[in-house]
């Protein structure tokens, strides 16, 4: 029994070798690029290269292993020995084919073999052809032929091409077979924790190569091929681009003059995303008096934007709209699909060559949503998770409570070089719900236990930024107080498609503001995409990549909002609010019941517009 286990071990290890070879390959190829570099970096490439590896390798021993068992628990059952070897070698020769394609797809591209390179080559093989006409053949051919060489004699060494199948009871076989079952399926997962694994937990760098060159090249493009399903074609092309380019082109950034709050040219600053801070949390924005007390009281001393929408409803969209300042693609989310991802710009960026110092502190698995390698491929320098974090911390269902992270950050702060720019997210004011201490409006009902969350956050905050005071770097820090999106939680009464679920506070705090500005309220509608260009331009740092944000202390930027869900719409302007849902093709909210009907197809034709034009960028990356 041991040497059947034995020889089915061998098996999935010699997949996990020949990946190793691959990568081998691929660090050699681009060796020029890759080097100089530290030995603990070149070693991390292998290191967290080895998790997708292992997913990988499961996927593909898990048809031969099925076979094992089908043949273990019928005897009779006739499976030649020469089916595992074509299955063996069609695979390898696979595997190797991708490899040398990416080689030549990654000098061209500088990304990882995307699904949407076979689409191309399958629905325009001669543009295909023509466009990898610059490849070196001969190299190429040449590595094509020592990889499979090579794969076949590792093959030969490790694979039996016939496994024993020892008689034992059918009780003992079901508790094996099942077991192993559970492995491989734990492999292909890699793990039980709460995140299926995704390419950010093969990120470790912020020089984009090392992490690519640690993403297995078969598990990304199995990935972007389930990304790019149905992505081909705008589902939301209703329009000739040029009227919706017209249409939408008011709304875009601009070159104008903004109003300038900072006394400081080249403050540090300190972005705080706020997990599920809907206004209905903060009653300066109408909410509900006493959950977020703390609040008022930056509000007071700082500057509040009241008409603020989330461009979303889930915290992948709101990460992109934030730093990116990239909307919501409806039924899609970039940041999942790495490729198209790493081509947002991003303020982290802008700010890392502006000689800033970068990072992120998170107190769950940053590997959610893809939020570690969205970070660090676009310049944060430093991600601090719930990894970073004693176990004894780790204590929610979703990692570190926030009262840890704000004290990881501060002592990390203090003791940085200035300026900085660092970016926190909480987490706490999620599902379940869970405090490290009493919740202050109970948790008989999920309003309450909501508005206990959002109450300790607040806190928390606040509790913070006092400590903060007692260093030098406060008074030259401006802190920017933004939610992820907003919720339908305490009220429990705003639908998906209603306007007030995305409604959001956005703040900026802190003693760089001018005196003469604090407590002000601006009542400009706008977009959660706007912080990046509002914020930019503040310190005096070009925005022109931000096309979609636009600079809302800019007195000629015009009112706009717009936010949608998986296949529906809603837009905010001075004279109407409403929500268009794309499937039944019909207008579901209307603020202002008594507008024109001119008035409501104007402005549904903006919304379906903005999307249409948002969601041609999104395949075009």
């Known amino acids: 029994m041991w040497k059947t286990i034995t ?3 061998r098996t999935y290890s010699f997949w996990i070798l020949f990946f190793l070879i691959e990568r081998i390959v691929f660090v050699v190829y681009f060796h020029a690029d890759i080097f100089p570099v530290s030995f603990l970096e070149f070693l991390k490439i292998f290191i967290f290269g080895i998790r997708m590896d292992a997913s990988m390798g499961g996927y593909i021993c898990a048809l031969p292993f099925l076979l094992f068992c089908l043949k273990w628990f019928i005897p009779s059952l006739r499976i030649p020995a020469i089916i595992y070897k074509i299955y063996l070698v069609c695979i390898l020769s696979i595997c190797a084919l991708l490899t040398i394609v990416n080689l030549n797809i990654y000098r061209e591209w500088g990304t990882k073999l995307p699904y949407r390179v076979l689409t191309t080559f399958f629905n325009n093989p001669t ?3 023509a466009s990898s006409s610059s490849s070196p053949l001969l190299l190429s051919g040449f590595l094509l032929f020592i990889l499979i060489v090579s794969g076949v004699w590792l093959a ?11 008689f034992v009871p059918w009780y003992r076989k079901l508790i094996i077979c099942s077991s192993l079952l559970i492995v491989l399926f734990l492999f292909i997962r890699s793990g039980w924790q709460t995140t299926a694994l995704n390419p950010s937990m093969a990120y470790f ?7 690519h060159a640690a993403v297995n090249t078969e598990w990304n493009l199995m990935s972007t091929m389930l990304h790019s399903k149905n992505t081909t074609k705008n589902p939301y092309g209703v329009m000739h681009r040029q009227k919706a380019q017209q249409l939408i082109k008011p709304y875009l950034n601009s070159a104008f003059e903004p109003v300038h709050l900072l006394t400081e040219k080249r403050p540090n600053v300190v972005l705080i995303i706020l997990e599920s801070f809907t206004a209905d949390l903060i009653e300066s924005l109408g909410g509900e008096k006493g959950i977020a007390p703390n609040m008022e009281k930056l509000i007071s001393e700082g500057v509040l934007f009241t008409n603020i929408y989330a461009a979303g409803d889930r915290t992948d969209k709101g990460i992109v709209a934030i730093m990116s300042g990239f909307p919501s693609q409806a039924t899609k989310s970039i940041i999942k699909n790495i490729t198209k991802m790493e081509k947002l710009p991003g303020i982290g960026q802008e700010f890392l060559q502006q000689g800033y110092k970068t990072s992120f502190f998170y107190g769950g698995e940053s590997e959610f949503y893809n939020f570690k390698s969205f970070m660090l491929s676009h310049g944060i320098q430093k991600v601090i998770d719930q990894y970073d974090f004693p176990l004894k911390d780790v204590r929610s269902k979703w990692g570190a409570f926030d009262h840890l992270t704000f004290s990881k950050q501060l002592t990390f702060l203090t003791k940085a070089s200035q300026p900085f720019f ?3 997210m909480t987490l706490s004011n999620h599902e379940p719900f869970d405090l490290p201490g009493t919740p202050k409006f109970g948790s008989n009902t999920m309003g309450n236990s909501f508005r206990s969350t959002a109450f300790y956050t607040d806190s928390t905050v606040f509790d913070y930024l006092q400590k903060a005071k007692a260093h030098d770097w406060y008074k030259n820090t401006l802190f920017v107080l933004i ?3 907003g919720h339908r939680l305490p009220l429990e009464r705003w639908e998906s498609y209603h306007p007030n679920r995305y409604r959001i506070p956005f703040l900026f705090f802190g003693e760089v503001i001018k005196k003469e500005f604090r407590g ?3 009542d400009k509608i706008g977009n959660q995409t706007d912080m990046a260009t509002t914020l930019l331009h503040q310190l005096g740092i070009s925005a022109d990549a931000y096309v979609w944000s636009k600079d809302l202390l800019d007195p000629q930027t015009p009112p706009f909002g717009f936010f949608d869900w998986d296949d529906g719409f809603g837009v905010v302007s001075p004279e109407q609010t409403l929500t268009f849902d794309n499937i039944g093709k019909n207008i579901i909210y209307e603020k202002n019941v008594n507008a024109s009907d001119s008035l409501n197809e104007v402005l549904k034709q903006k919304g379906q517009a903005y999307l249409q034009e948002v969601y041609q960028q999104y395949l075009s990356y």
């Open 127 to 129: 543009e295909a052809v």
């Open 422 to 424: 660092s970016v926190l």
């Open 156 to 166: 030969k060494k490790m694979i039996p091409m016939q496994l024993p199948y020892p």
């Open 483 to 485: 939610a992820d999106h």
């Open 520 to 522: 002000t309220k601006i």
């Open 7 to 9: 020889l089915l071990v």
């Open 205 to 211: 760098s912020t020089k984009p190569i090392l992490n």
